[in-house]
């Protein structure tokens, strides 16, 4: 993993907190693959596994769909073998049922030559869950 490939993730992290994702996909591989929160226990519309840059758009478009993000922190970032893993803070308010959540994210990256070949995120689905339900009799 070379040190590019950690500024370039520093850069994007960045760039995603103003609220501009367009910079990442200039950095998608053509077979990319974007894996969210797939092994949850919580049935969030943006999990799953999406391929290709269409792919990904996909999973911006559904996270757009039920969540607004109003803060998104980078923690930490650093090389963990071929991977570089990110340990982030997103706040998040709910727009079915206005309920402000902040969960804790784990995002790993695979990059090459400044390409993003494969992305995973593990959240904490719990606080997720509990601000997309709305309260029994609503």
Request: include cysteine; hydrophobic fraction near 40%.
């Amino acid at each position: 993993m070379a040190q590019t490939d950690i500024t370039l993730l520093r850069n994007l992290y960045d760039r995603y907190a103003m609220g501009d994702v367009a910079p990442l996909f200039e950095h998608l591989a053509p077979g990319v693959e974007w894996i969210s929160c797939a092994h949850s226990a919580v049935p969030v519309s943006f999990s799953g596994a999406f391929h290709g840059p269409e792919g990904v758009q996909r999973y911006f478009e559904k996270l757009a769909q039920d969540w607004t993000i109003t803060r998104h922190e980078m923690l930490s970032l650093a090389e963990d073998g071929e991977q570089v893993v990110a340990r982030n803070t997103v706040q998040a308010v709910n727009k079915s049922t206005g309920k402000p959540v902040e969960v804790a994210t784990e995002h790993r990256w695979v990059l090459r030559d400044g390409m993003i070949l494969r992305f995973e995120e593990q959240c904490d689905d719990g606080a997720a869950l509990e601000a997309a339900c709305r309260p029994e009799g609503s």
